[in-house]
């Protein structure tokens, strides 16, 4: 899907206990001295079908992909379909993730933004149909999981506002936002479940 979008794939193959994995990668705009990176994991944890966590992240990647192509970019854009970000891999430098990383790390890319497509198939319009990890957040969020949060860390405060202002533009859905110290925004955003947990 990425080659039929024009963009430029590679493959990022990495062997752990002797099990062959890869992160597949597709550039689109022409090469410029920083990079904006959205990814989505490909696989799910235990005998889930993944269709919300995280098929629904990676068919979002396949239509950015479509849009992308089709634009003359002014920053160069990579799009990752992620491997082995659930457990037992997850929180650790196996995760597909951390391999494409420290790869960017290696290389010298000056990454400007790094935006994760997680769950954002999740929809329900029923009353009280969201969750929270911590019921004060009740009373600043809706309580119909009909909704899309950008989440993000504390130190990242203004990306987050300005992805939350352009999809509000873009998009009738409510668009909201949190930041979070990182070990909260990693272990917790998730379970703020929403349309799209970016």
């Known amino acids: 899907e990425f080659e039929r979008a024009n963009g430029r794939v590679s493959d990022q193959p990495y062997d752990i206990d002797g099990i062959a994995y890869r992160n597949v ?47 003359d970019l002014s ?22 993730s951390a391999m494409h990383a420290a790869s960017l790390k290696r290389a010298g890319v000056q990454v400007r933004a790094m935006i994760a497509l997680e769950m954002i198939g999740y929809f329900r319009d029923e009353a009280n149909s969201q969750d929270f990890p911590f019921p004060f957040l ?13 989440a993000g860390i504390l ?9 939350k202002q352009a999809m509000r533009r873009a ?21 703020l479940q929403s349309p799209c947990n970016l």
């Open 155 to 163: 130190s990242e405060g203004i990306l987050v506002r300005r992805v």
């Open 25 to 71: 990668m597709a550039l689109f705009g022409s090469e410029t001295r920083e990079r904006i990176i959205v990814g989505a994991h490909y696989d799910t944890a235990g005998i889930q079908p993944g269709a919300d966590d995280n098929a629904s992240g990676i068919a979002g990647l396949i239509e950015l992909a479509y849009l992308l192509g089709r634009e």
């Open 138 to 150: 009740r009373a600043f969020y809706p309580h119909r999981g009909n909704f899309i949060v950008v």
């Open 75 to 96: 920053i160069q854009v990579e799009l990752v379909a992620y491997t082995l970000e659930e457990p037992p891999y997850f929180r650790s430098q196996r995760m597909g």
């Open 171 to 191: 998009t009738p859905l409510p668009v909201y936002s949190i930041n979070a110290p990182r070990w909260r925004s990693e272990e917790h955003t998730s379970e």
